[in-house]
């Protein structure tokens, strides 16, 4: 699984322009999502599905859409410079850039179980990081702290976690790649370059049913539609 790459200020910007030019990353990174995404017709991508947002096309079209997010790519690779050296780092989801790849033979789409998950041991902590709550959810909330002053709540947010494995042609080797990669793609999308559009597959799994974990929570204390809160086991 592909993880972020860390952010890194180069040796020769003080902290005010590595600042400055963090800004204008992020100001420059919005420009081109408005701009640029989602792809349009002009740009000869396809997309797969309307509730997946991964587009596929050959390498001339995907490396003509991949330019006109140059200029954000090259200052988000000046602070995060493993993304470009290494498959596997990613630029960070709120850059909110596409993820692109190129030779790409075969793609396999996958939902899994995800949630931000926090603990806290006070009802005000609670209610000031996961929002407002009926008036009975709030009572068990409150209730809880008062008879178990030495306990904690865990607060869970589902939330959806679509992800991508992809085969790849090797064209040094002129071989299938062994390794396969997997990311996930939801909020920033995926744009991938097939190496031979004609032989191009998709594996869509995202219908097949996932076993809920053992030790899940069950039966929570409050929930407001977004986050639930239950007493965190020992």
Not at 48 to 56: G, M, Y
Not at 119 to 139: I, M, P
Request: hydrophobic share 40%.
């Amino acid at each position: 699984m592909s993880r972020n790459a860390p952010l890194v200020i180069p040796d020769n910007l003080s902290e005010a322009d590595a600042s400055m030019m963090l800004s204008k990353l992020k100001d420059l990174c919005l420009e081109k999502r408005e701009n640029f995404y989602p792809p349009a017709i002009e740009d000869g991508l396809v997309l797969l599905d309307t509730d997946i947002p991964i587009w596929v096309g050959t390498q001339e079209d995907v490396k003509s859409y991949h330019l006109k997010y140059k200029e954000a790519f090259d200052l988000a690779h000046k602070f995060y410079p493993q993304a470009n050296l290494f498959k596997h780092a990613n630029l960070p989801a709120k850059l909110k850039l596409p993820k692109i790849f190129y030779n790409v033979t075969r793609v396999s789409i996958s939902k899994n179980p995800a949630k931000d998950s926090i603990s806290f041991g006070s009802a005000t902590a609670v209610l000031a990081r996961c929002g407002k709550f009926d008036k009975k959810d709030e009572k068990n909330i409150i209730k809880f702290f008062e008879e178990n002053p030495d306990r904690r709540v865990v607060c869970h947010r589902e939330f959806v976690d679509l992800r991508a494995r992809m085969h790849f042609f090797n064209t040094i080797t002129q071989k299938p790649e062994k390794d396969t990669h997997i990311t996930q793609f939801y909020t920033t999308g995926l744009i991938l370059a097939a190496h031979d559009i004609s032989a191009f597959e998709v594996v869509n799994n995202i219908e097949r049913k996932i076993k809920k974990y053992k030790n899940a929570y069950n039966n929570p204390m409050a929930d407001n539609g977004t986050w639930k809160i239950y007493a965190k086991k020992p």
